[in-house]
């Protein structure tokens, strides 16, 4: 189902190609696909709807007034320029994957952005970077866990399409896809993001899905094989980052020891000789 939600912000919904995204959610789990022109937060938005939502279902916004990035960052884009979109999932894998969902996600982004040839990465834990152009951002995302009585779970994503437009617009470490000269609509790309998060889903269903998405999320890791800096809440860690877990921690040697990150930002200082 494909629902468009009232807001007080002028329509523009009338152009989204409905038949492009209800096909794209054809074998999928999600059941229902809304946009909104203007919200606060569509991570919010789900998180609060979770328990009258029976089904998985995409909300997509135009606009978000309150859009929330990592560790209690914004997330700032202007009107319909880019995609800003949540996922709702209900668990079906067990609790101990959870954790994995943020990378289900951004493997499945690095993955359709390489069917429109754009080569890109999964920075440790949640951004998607373009290491052609300085590991430059085009992407981020955060999951958040939603209380009740079944396991839920919000994924929230924000890929830059049409902004920054050029470097001197935005902040300095973002690129969008119109910078490295790719035109394509946000539904066109939220059709094929749709398709290839649903094929991650599926294998992190899989009994040895945390043992495949690891050795895939390694593969296409920005962060691996490099020298970091790693600021987590109450330290600072300089070393090589070695390996990421099948729970999704980081694993970084500072020259005394393998430490186990599972919440921190990431600085890559230089690749590993
Ligand atoms: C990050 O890089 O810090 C994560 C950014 C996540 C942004 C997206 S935009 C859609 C969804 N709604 C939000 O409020 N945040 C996520």
Known sequence: MVTRMKSNSHTEDKNIPLKKIEKALVGTRFKEFKHIEETGSTNVDLVLRASEAPDDLILVSDHQTAGKGRLGREWNSPKGLNLLCSFLLTSKWTKNKNPLVTSSLALGVVKYLSTIDVFALVKWPNDIVIPERK???????????????????????????????????????????????????????????????????????????????????????????????????????????????????????????????????????????
């Not at 209380?147 to 890929?159: A, K, P, T």
């Open 135 to 273: 590991g430059k951002k085009i992407s981020g995302i955060l999951a958040e866990q939603v209380e009740g009585d079944i396991e839920r779970i919000v994924v929230g994503m924000g890929l830059n399409i049409s902004w920054p437009s050029s470097s001197g617009e935005g902040p300095p470490d973002a690129i969008s896809l119109k910078m490295l000269d790719v035109t394509l609509d946000r539904w066109t790309v939220l059709a094929g993001i749709i398709e290839n998060f649903e094929k991650q889903l599926k294998r992190l269903e899989q009994s040895n899905g945390s043992v495949t998405l690891r050795q895939d999320h390694v593969a296409n890791s920005a962060t691996i094989g490099n020298q970091v800096r790693v600021e987590t809440a109450n330290n600072i860690i300089v070393g090589s980052a070695e390996d990421i877990t099948e729970e999704g921690l980081l694993v970084v040697n500072d020259g005394n020891q393998d430490l186990y990150i599972s919440v921190g930002d990431v600085v890559n200082l230089r690749k590993k000789n």
